[in-house]
């Protein structure tokens, strides 16, 4: 029997999935062997003996501290691609709401409330000071081209705009889905250079904290507008605020407000809508649950975002699923401590993710854990 903790409320069409003969589901357990999340801090969580996997009902996990995740031996996943569209769809509402002042607009429009047949009027006088360009003609640069802004690139296209797009880790599945019109940019500052309207779609890490700073702020068009419904820490609060001041930037928009720049002038703040859709949790739940269900059940992992992709299928007594770092000689050790206890194996697939590594090794006769265990650097061993 499996425990399920979920530390968040989960969309019932994942929590369903579970069958309840092999699994507890439940908001209240003290030894999960698998949690689901969406966005509760996890950072500071002390974690349980018995548990064995994270599924992150979204794609980010800034909110899990996942690098003590390895070292304890846990898998952690997260559901890429699952509210891709969702994201999608409010990044285009983001490029008309920054080229036409529409939130400043409707504010405005508040304030005649009252004014009686005098309405009609003060709108035509008014309304001059909200106009703004088409985006049809205009270069959107897309820094980051994942499940999101794969998606983006090609809507922007359809809706007539030219697109500059750069990703370094540009995976086969991105690029195939890709429309070929999507011209591919060598480097950031290419895309800085010839975007009318940037947006961003990339992960938060220490290599891209401030992607967006008064240094690349300067390599960018008079007049830019930038959209940033990946992470706020993207963006450098101070030097976009400068470059607003400034008029170099024309507006921002972000789905991760600062205190700062919450009521600034050309800024629009958005609550953190993106993945805010019944359908984008439906899709992020399912997947993580079928994540978890894969881990638990036969040892498979996709999506992890701190162990590699691999499967192994059952065919001799049990399968020995092994998380360890990535050193030599290490495989060698744990192959010979199953030899030496008397196990043969059958089968092996074993793959790395920079500092670590997973091993599936299918085997005929008793294996000894314990064994597995002592090897320096093996942090989490299970056999199913």
């Known amino acids: 029997m499996f425990n399920i903790l979920t530390l968040n409320k989960i969309a019932a069409c994942g929590t369903d999935l579970f069958d309840r003969e092999k699994y507890t589901v439940t908001d209240n357990e003290a030894s999960p062997d698998g949690i689901m999340v969406r966005s509760a801090n996890m950072l500071e969580e002390k974690f349980a003996p018995t548990l064995k996997a994270i599924a992150r009902a979204g794609a980010g996990v800034n909110n899990i501290p996942v690098e003590r995740c390895s070292e304890e031996g846990i898998c952690v996943f997260n559901t890429p691609g699952a509210n891709a569209n969702a994201v999608k769809e409010l990044v285009i509402a983001g490029l008309l709401l920054t080229s036409r002042k529409i939130p400043a607009a409707i504010d405005w429009a508040k304030t005649l409330k009252g004014s009686g047949d005098e309405v009609s009027k003060l709108i035509e006088k008014g309304k001059s000071q909200f ?36 990703d370094p880790f540009l995976s086969v599945n991105a690029a195939l889905g890709l429309d070929p019109r999507v011209n591919i940019a060598k480097s950031t500052a290419d895309v800085f250079a010839a975007a009318d ?15 967006v700073n008064a240094e690349a702020i300067a390599k960018m068009k008079d007049g830019v507008r930038i959209l940033n419904f990946a992470r706020g820490e993207l963006v450098n ?17 972000t ?16 609550p953190h809508l993106g993945a805010s859709t019944p359908e984008s949790e439906d899709n992020c739940a399912v997947m993580a649950a079928r994540e978890l269900i894969d881990y638990l059940e036969h040892g498979r992992v ?18 020995v699923c092994v998380i360890h770092k990535n050193v030599p000689a290490i495989i060698t050790q744990i192959t010979g401590v199953i030899s030496a206890d008397g196990g043969n194996i059958e ?3 074993s ?23 002592k090897i320096d650097g093996v942090t989490g061993v299970r056999v199913i």
Not at 199 to 211: A, G, I, Q, R, V
Not at 239 to 251: Q, S, T, Y
Not at 255 to 269: K, L, R, S
């Open 131 to 166: 106009a703004g360009p088409e985006i049809m003609g205009k270069t959107l640069g897309i820094i980051g081209l994942g499940a999101i802004g794969v998606k983006v690139a090609n809507t922007a296209l359809s809706l007539g705009m030219t697109v500059v797009g750069y």
């Open 302 to 319: 996709h999506n992890s975002v701190n162990l590699p992709d691999v499967d192994l299928a059952k065919t001799a007594d049990c399968l």
């Open 197 to 211: 309207y940037l947006t961003l779609h990339l992960p938060y890490n220490k290599d891209t904290k401030d992607t």
């Open 237 to 253: 609060s101070a030097d976009i605020l400068a470059a607003l001041a400034e008029k170099k930037v024309a507006a921002y928009i």
């Open 255 to 270: 789905d991760f407000p600062t205190d700062e720049q919450i009521g600034a002038e050309g800024v629009t703040a958005i």
């Open 347 to 349: 089968n092996i697939a």
């Open 351 to 373: 793959k790395s993710k920079k500092d670590w590594a997973y091993t599936m090794l299918d085997v005929t006769g008793a294996v000894n854990t314990a064994n597995i265990e």
